[in-house]
RNA sequence: UCCUCGGUAGCUCAGCUGGUAGAGCAAGCGGCUGUUAACCGCUGGGUCGUAGGUUCGAGUCCUACCCGGGGAGCCA
């Protein structure tokens, strides 16, 4: 890695220093580690240590008898989450949990750490997030994290190869993108700023540009939503395509997603196992995804004696009962008007309706994406902008955009977390990201 | 904002129709040579969320408030 290997960090004759992931490439060779302590067990003349780097836990295993009376007892006697520098010979051996383990000549505490708050039993999640900066040292988070990692990273290289422009959105916006969310207000010099709550619109403004943008970076809601899918600061990644249509928007979804889904199963399979996801229902993932229309989902909830009134957005409940009647992901199309953005194009089959789309999770993980076709037309889109209320002056460089060579254009939104969430199999969002913001949490 | 569940040891929880506070884990000490959240023994550890009220007596019953979990609304 970078410009020192492995075992140029040793001095001359001594034993290379190496990794928890590396160490199936030194079976029988003398190596040092350097973690912390994930955890010990000992008997009188034994001791296994859990040894932690943060690539790997690996089992250290020192006999009183060939290590000597005071290194035996340092280390039986060394605090979880010590930090610690060990040397052995790696030894392959199926009772030590990984396959390989370490056959100890020295032990080192290079930091003792006091009491470790989190311990080996059960803990309630507000503890846990209480201890978040320690408890990222469990093999849970840990796993999430990792495959929170391997999404971003996939994702843009994803858009990288269909020659997209990444675009970052400002996160200081001057008024409400959309006007119906809360926003967080802060005061910015004489006046006031909001915290974005989409780069949709400054989406657009590139891909008239650039063509094909996208961005991903933190999206900010005041929402008081005190539920599993929702977090206050939150990732979104939104691709927005100029000269495209609502079917376009549909498929480069079901691309992406499908090809993130690709990635993650090839490259975090151990991460996946330890979160026991049954890997069957990620594999079945591939376009093309079912598409219904609006229309098409009020019949399938009526069917399954769940009513809904023509006009209203679904429920949680409604969302998880129309993606278990499917083994894929589904997009819902065709919203009445009034359940979407004022932005939104019309239906020109039905002026009722708007070119909008969701795509719902499977296993009741929600919406993960709302998107669909913006309107071009400049005069429906003014009388949009007052129909709902919002200050014209606010969206004059927004309406400028339909003022100098306006097209067809589409794009989606996507919750980064919601995504990690449904293919982690994690009951709430706040375990995909590293830091969480909620309604009432500020901290760590 | 509304609905619902909860707050007892550092952590996870038990505590019945009201009768002076318990377990497991963690911590400390001791034992054990192959453990897998090791096991066995001993020790220390409490303003029962807060404030009132009922009662001879409240962790337990009543009222108000505070804090947290889940859900609704809103959304990704």
């Not at 007892?73 to 010590?82: C, G, I, M, N, V």
């Amino acid at each position: 890695m970078l410009h020192r290997k492995d075992s140029d960090l040793g001095g001359a004759g001594e034993p290379p220093v190496v990794t928890v992931g590396s160490l199936d490439r030194y079976d029988g060779k003398v190596v040092r580690l350097r973690g912390w302590l994930y955890q010990g067990r000992s008997s009188g003349k034994i001791a296994f240590l859990m040894l932690r780097d943060g690539t790997g836990i690996v089992q250290c295993v020192a006999g009183r008898a060939d290590v000597g009376d005071e290194m035996f007892d340092t280390a039986r006697h060394a605090t979880r989450e010590s930090a610690i520098e060990v040397t052995g010979a790696v030894k392959k051996d199926d009772r030590a949990p990984g396959g390989f383990e370490l056959l100890l000549s020295a032990f080192d505490v290079v930091s003792a750490a006091a009491e470790f708050p989190i311990g080996k039993k059960s803990h309630g999640t507000s503890f846990l997030m209480d201890h978040r900066h320690l408890w990222l040292r469990s093999k849970r988070p840990h796993a999430i994290l990792r495959i929170r990692s391997t999404v971003s990273l996939a994702i843009r290289s994803f858009f990288d190869r269909e020659g997209f422009t990444l675009l970052d959105a400002p996160i200081f916006t001057p008024a409400a993108c959309e006007g119906t969310s809360t926003l967080f207000e802060t005061d910015y010099f004489d006046t006031k700023a909001y915290l974005t709550q989409s780069g949709q619109l400054y989406m657009e403004a590139g891909a008239m540009a650039f063509r094909k943008v996208y961005c991903f970076g933190p999206t900010f809601r005041a929402e008081k939503s005190k539920t599993r899918r929702h977090l206050t600061e939150f990732w979104m990644l939104e691709p927005e395509m100029a000269y495209a249509d609502l079917d376009d928007a549909v498929e480069l979804a079901e691309h992406m997603v499908t090809d993130v889904t690709r990635v993650v199963l090839d490259r975090n399979a151990a991460d996946l196992e330890l979160l026991e996801r049954d890997r069957s229902k990620l594999e079945a993932i591939a376009p093309p995804f079912p598409r219904i229309t609006y229309d098409e989902a009020l019949a399938i909830l009526a069917e399954k004696g769940m009513a809904v009134k023509w006009g209203d957005d679904f429920g949680g409940d409604d969302e998880t009962v129309l993606a278990e009647s499917f083994d894929k992901p589904v997009f819902v199309w065709k919203w009445p008007k009034e359940a979407k953005a004022f932005y939104m194009k019309s239906d020109p089959d039905d002026d009722r309706y708007v070119l909008g789309v969701d795509l719902l999770a499977p296993e009741g993980y929600g919406e993960i994406i709302g998107g669909g076709e913006r309107t071009d037309d400049l005069a429906y889109l003014e009388k949009q902008i007052d129909a709902h209320g919002l200050e014209p002056e606010s969206f004059a460089w927004y309406t400028d955009l339909r003022r100098y060579g306006s097209v067809p254009h589409s794009g989606f939104g996507m919750g980064l977390e919601r995504f990690v969430g449904w293919l982690c199999g994690t009951h709430h969002v706040r375990e995909t990201i590293p830091f969480p913001r909620t309604i009432n949490r500020l901290y760590p």
